[in-house]
Each structure stands twice: as C-alpha cells, then as structure tokens.
C-alpha cells in the first residue's frame, strides 16, 4: 500500500493503481511527443518547399498547415469532419479576403478603416455558432486585409489569389498526410470516445458527490438519517461514496465488472417504513438506487453489446417503478 | 419614447441568439487588443510594424482559455517569447536555408511539446512563418523584436481593460439568464400542454450554422417538454461557469462576484428543486384531490420567481412576497397527509420534496438579490 501526501489530501492507492496511472502517464505523454513531432515535421515540410522550390507567397503554405493544427489541442478524433471544416474554412477565408481587398479597399481605401468592424462580426458570429469553420474563415481573411493595409505589394485577385489558393491547398494536404502518417491516432475517434465518455461519467459522479456532500452533514443535520437501526450518516456516506465511485470507473463496468451496491440499497430501501417515506433521506437513497441500477444496466448491456434507446427511458414510470419495487 | 419594432426585433433576435451577451463581450475581447494596436501603430507610423496590431488578436486568444491572471499571463509570456525566438531565428539564419530550417524545426518542436500553452505555440508558429517573407538582418530581426515587445504590452494592457469594463456586466447577463431559465423551467413543469405558457428560451441552442452532436441524446426523451429540460440543464451546468473559476484583480469587480456567487449557487439549488417537480403533469389531479391549495401556491410561485427575475432586472421594486396564508394553508395539507394512512405515489412525494426546498431556496435568493433595493 502507498500513502501519497499531497497538500491537502492523504489518498492511499494499491501498487496497481500506482502501475496503471503510471502506465497512463507515459502513454499521455508518448501521445504528446508523437503530435508535437507531426506539427514540426508538417511545417519544417512547408518550410523546405518554400525555400528550396522558391515559391512566390510560398510561406503560405507552412502558414496553412499551422492553421490546420490550430485544432490540435481541442481533442482529436471526428478527424474527418474536423478538416473538412479546417480547409472550407481556410480557402473561403482567403477568398473572402482577397476579394474585400480587390473590389473595395483598392477601389477605395477608406475600406480599411472596416477591418475592425468586419473582425468583430466576424468574431461575433463564430461566437455565437462555435463554428470552427468560421473561426478558419476569420483568421485566413485578416491576413491577406492587413497585407493589403499596410504593404505595398498589390496583391492581385488573378495569379495572386490563385497562387495562394493552390498553397493554400498544398499546405492542407501536407497537414493531412502528417497526421494520417505520423500521428495516426488521430484518424480514430476510439481514443477521444472513450475519453468524452470517461468524462461524460465524472462528470455524473462529480455531481453525485456533491449531492451527497451537501445533503450528509454530519454535524449540521443528523436528524436527516431515518432511523439510527437502519442507518448511520455514516453508512449512508459511505454507500453514496461507492455509487460516486461506479460512476467515476463506469468504463470498468463496460468491460464487465459488477458489483453488489444496488443490492445494498435495496435492502436499505425495504427496511424503512410507509411513514418515513415523506423524509428527504428516503428520497436522497431512492434516487442514488436509481442511479445505481441504471448504472448497472448500462454497464452490463454496453457489455453484452446489445444497447438500445428504448431501454433507458429516463421518464419511463414503469421502468423505474418495476426497477424499485421487484 | 417607444422603440421602433424594427429594432425591437433585431434586439430580440440578437437576445435570442446570445442571450448571456457571451458572444458580443468575446467579439469585443477579440477586437479590443487590435483597436488599441492600431492607435499605437497610428500615433508612431513606424513603416512594416503593422504587426503591433495582428500580434495582440493572436495572443489574446490562448490566453482566454485560463481563469487565472498566471495561466493567462503565462500564456501571453510563452506566445510572444516563443515568437520573438522565431523570428529572430528566421532573420538571423535567412542565408542559410538548411541550417534555419533545422532550427524551425527544433523551436517548433519545443514549443508545441508544452500541452499546456500548445494553442499558443501554434498561433506563435503561424506569425513566424509569415516573418519568412519579409526582409530579413540582424537589424530587422531587432526592430521587429521591439515590435513584439509593444504588442505583448497591449495584449497585457487589453486583458485588464477587459476586465474592469466587462466583468460585472457578463456575470449580470448571466445570473439573469439563470433566473430566465429558472423560471421557463418551473413555469414548464408547473403547466398542462394546453395553458398558454410564457417562455424566455423557446428557442434554446437553436443558431444557425451551429451543430451539435449532444442532441443526439435526445432521443432518448420522450416528450418535448424533456427534452427542453435537457437543454436547460446542460445550459445550467456550463453557463456561469467563469463566476466561480475566473480570477478578478479589480476591487468592485470581486466585490460584486462575492456578492452575486451565493445567488448562483442558489439559482442551481432552485433548478435542483424543480427537477423534483419534473412529473409534476402525471399526477396533477391526484395532487390537487390530496393538497388542493397546491394549484393556487403554484400560481402564486411563478408571479413571486417573475417579480424576483424583474426586481433583479429593472432595479426596480416589485412585490416579490409569497402568500403566508395559501403557504401555512399548504403545509398544514402536507402535514395532515403525511400522518394519514393514504399510499403516496412516488412523483407526489417528489412534488411535495421538491416544492418546499424550492419556498425556502427562492426565500433565501431573494434575501440576496432584493435587499440592496
């Protein structure tokens, strides 16, 4: 047994526990490593095909495949539609651009003095949708405005653009193919799955333990505990604590791991009387059985691989009460 | 004077679409650091600095991922640090193409390997990489490091502007879209499908051009009116969210979340006690044979919730005092059924629960919203 001390907390974990979170914590960072080293090579790729093919506006190119990485840290997985999104994104925002500078701010420069303007609806729509496509949109267009703005390079709507386009396009690819080579990983959506859903389930056990915390207080409310016979804050805690605990390794019980917590509750929620139904601490126990048992039911057929909607109807009167009172 | 209903539904729509003004304060963010660029670009002129503007947008962004004055000035640290080795990198190695590409590699490499700053590191990346056109020497490497020096400065200077204007009036939309949804949600469960029934919300999450993948759940409700609630929650649990992690260096803005965080804690206890509620439709006529005061305390509720959201809104006194008699009338209802030997139905028991933390919880928020009126 390990006893580790934080500033806070003591937290005793087994030997395995130890071994599993450390073998985690390399695969994290053997993960990490992997996609820094796709980004560099993605851009150092770039980079030597600017310099060494000498290509007018060529620094577009590791400029595209940077902006393609920009989504690197918001979780990889759903690869697929992420670049979809990342390339309509960066080709409409370049056009976009290049046709504000052609048609107004050379026409007229008194255009320029909108760019302001234009990036705060711009950013007020990407804030209101959360969509990345427009976030891709909004910084790809700034480039080509600002050049125009403060540069006195032409930047013509035929060859230039049209150049920039098919950097833009090279830059893209070479994105793709580094994260399809180096970083595969990043083309399966099981890894961020599993860890969305991991989250999804903390997240659950985060609140049942709160509920827990504010509802047990030892101290303040110990007229809350029905009957002491039955049951103890104590107890009462501790079995809260065990349902927090399923809902936190609920990919545990995906793979088949069972446990005897709703049958302990169970017996708890026969023992107490018709009259003590009216107490708060009734309805506190009542509800962590039915997190428990839907727990149970959601591991077991994630298990058995035959998951279906109808199943878990959370409304469903009849389910809960056929759950409750078997 | 009235407002032209032009823009009555212009207002509307927008209130609609962005109704805790996150979006418009997260527009400003954006634009603030290059407006205040800008300014400093006119009033010095210097030629090819144009950078001085597009640098504080860029560094502006990673750093409104961290709560805390640290993680935000840590981040704007490693964005313009990371940069101006770029840059100079790129400036001082330009004749030797193989040798800076080498270098590139290695800068990028270090500097996306932090997991932690990686959104700036790649925003750092992306500005270096232009730097590649411009002339290069030891002299531009210097002026443009200048330049850069200027902009972390105004990225700096935006961040704590933003916060001294912004803070309160985002955490005000908020608690008042907190009670909005409240009140939609109590005002839902409270109602048969044929009342006519007032809601803020109607159209919660329903933006153009936005998609998202969680309404997929939502099959698994069978009605709309849970599935309303489903939005309501999962609003509940992510709005707000900066009130309690957001670190504020400005005395009245602290002052005012100190003030306003026991309110929305309260207003996520409410919601607690409304869920309680939530079947409230299935046995409405078994409630009102067992507690008949309860249709007239439910009435009395939402004019009661409505009046606090519109006291706390206008600044205004509204009365927001709940009938002690139909109250005293109902709990005695309560009292008499518990000792009589009636088998209650689960869902009344949760009413009944769920009905009286909500009296007491909604006593406790106006104690905190009303008194300074």
């Known amino acids: ?326 | 004077m009235r407002t032209p209903k032009a823009l009555q539904f212009i207002v509307n729509r927008l209130h609609q679409l962005d109704p805790t003004a996150d979006a418009l304060i997260g527009a400003i963010k954006c634009t603030l650091p290059g407006l205040v660029g800008l300014f400093v670009w006119i009033y010095f002129r210097n030629p090819f600095s144009f950078w001085i503007i597009l640098l504080p947008i860029f560094a502006i962004f990673p750093a409104g991922l961290f709560p805390k004055y640290k993680g935000k000035f840590c981040s704007v640290g490693f964005f313009f640090f990371s940069l101006a080795v770029m840059q100079f990198a790129v400036a001082v190695l330009y004749i030797h193409p193989y040798l800076l590409v080498f270098v590139l590699f290695i800068l990028t490499f270090i500097a996306v390997s932090s997991i932690k700053y990686r959104y700036a590191a790649v925003f750092a990346i992306l500005c270096a990489v232009i730097y590649i056109e411009l002339q290069q020497g030891w002299y531009n490497g210097v002026n443009r490091l200048i330049g850069i020096c200027i902009a972390a400065f105004i990225t700096v200077a935006s961040i704590i502007i933003y916060e001294n204007i912004f803070s309160i009036i985002k955490i005000r939309f908020t608690i008042l879209f907190l009670m909005e949804l409240m009140l939609d949600g109590f005002s839902v469960f409270t109602k048969s499908e044929t009342e006519e029934i007032q809601i803020f919300n109607k159209y919660l999450f329903r933006r153009p051009l936005s998609i998202r993948a969680d309404f997929n759940i939502e099959k698994m409700f069978r009605s709309n009116r849970e599935k309303f609630i489903h939005r309501i929650l999962m609003e509940l649990i992510n709005r707000g969210k900066f009130i309690e992690s957001e670190e504020f260096i400005f005395k009245k803005n602290i002052k005012y979340r100190d003030y306003i965080y026991p309110a929305y804690i309260l207003l996520k206890r409410i919601f607690r006690d409304i869920t309680f509620i939530l079947r409230y439709n299935i046995v409405e006529s078994r409630i009102n044979a067992l507690l008949p005061t309860t249709s007239k305390l439910l009435e009395n509720s939402e004019i009661v919730l409505r009046n606090t959201y519109l006291s706390f809104k206008n600044d205004k006194y509204y009365p927001t005092l709940l009938s002690d008699k139909i109250v005293n009338k109902w709990n005695d209802e309560c009292e008499s059924l518990k000792i009589s030997d009636i088998e209650v139905e689960e869902e009344i028991l949760d009413f009944i629960y769920g009905f009286r933390c909500m009296l007491s919880d909604v006593k406790e928020l106006q104690s905190i919203l009303l008194p300074r009126r």
């Open chain 1, 1 to 326: 047994m390990h006893v580790i001390r934080c500033k806070r907390i003591t937290v005793d974990i087994t030997t395995q526990e130890v071994s599993i979170k450390m073998l985690k914590f390399t695969e994290k960072r053997l993960l990490n490593i992997q996609e820094s080293f796709c980004i560099s090579i993605a851009i150092a790729i770039g980079v030597i095909i600017y310099l060494v093919f000498k290509i007018e506006h060529g620094y577009w190119i590791p400029m595209t495949t940077s902006i393609m990485f920009l989504a690197a840290d918001q979780g990889q997985g759903a690869f697929i539609k992420k670049t979809r999104d990342r390339v309509l994104g960066t080709i409409t925002g370049a056009l976009l651009g290049f046709l504000y500078v052609n048609i107004f701010m050379y026409a007229n420069y008194h255009w320029g003095y909108m760019i302001p303007l234009l990036w705060f609806i711009g950013f007020y729509i990407y804030y209101v949708t959360s969509n990345y496509a427009l976030l891709a949109v909004m910084i790809t267009m700034f480039v080509p405005m600002l050049l125009a703005a403060f540069t006195s390079e032409p930047l013509g709507i035929g060859s230039t653009l049209f150049k920039r386009v098919v950097c833009t396009i090279i830059g893209v690819s070479i994105a793709i193919i580094a994260e399809y080579i180096i970083y595969r990983r990043a083309a399966s959506t099981v890894l961020s799955m599993k860890k969305n859903t991991n989250d999804f389930f903390i997240t659950l056990s985060k609140f049942i333990k709160m509920s827990s915390d504010h509802f047990i207080d030892k101290d303040a409310k110990p007229g809350l505990v029905i009957d002491d016979s039955i049951l103890k804050c104590k107890n009462l805690n501790l079995l809260s604590n065990k349902v927090a605990l399923k809902y936190k390794n609920m990919l545990q019980y995906f793979d088949g791991k069972t446990d005897s917590c709703s049958e302990e509750l169970n017996l708890i929620l026969q023992k107490i009387k018709t009259s003590e139904k009216f107490s708060p601490t009734y309805l506190f126990i009542r509800s962590l059985y039915v997190f428990s048992i839907l727990a149970d039911d959601l591991g077991s057929a994630v298990y058995r691989k035959n998951f279906e909607y109808k199943d878990f109807y959370i409304d469903d009167k009849r389910y809960l009460t056929e759950k409750i009172y078997k």
